[in-house]
């Protein structure tokens, strides 16, 4: 994640949420103040995941939604 991307989108950073399969996703979103949703079906391993405190964890990309709801 580029700290300069998009400095109006991050301004709004309560509206946004990053999909996270790594430790590095969860990281950049943390350090961004982004919620990061930690998906298993990625590259990485729910333990990574939860290791690095993704705010939620998904197993498929049907539950986002629902999820998005409780938010």
Known sequence: MYRKCDSEALRRN????????RLH???????????AIGVTYGYGTREELETHNADLI????????TLLLLI
């Open 14 to 21: 309560r509206e946004t949420l990053l999909q996270a399969d």
């Open 25 to 35: 996703d969860i990281i950049g979103a943390k350090k961004n103040n982004i919620a």
């Open 58 to 65: 998904v197993d498929c990309p049907d539950e986002i939604p």
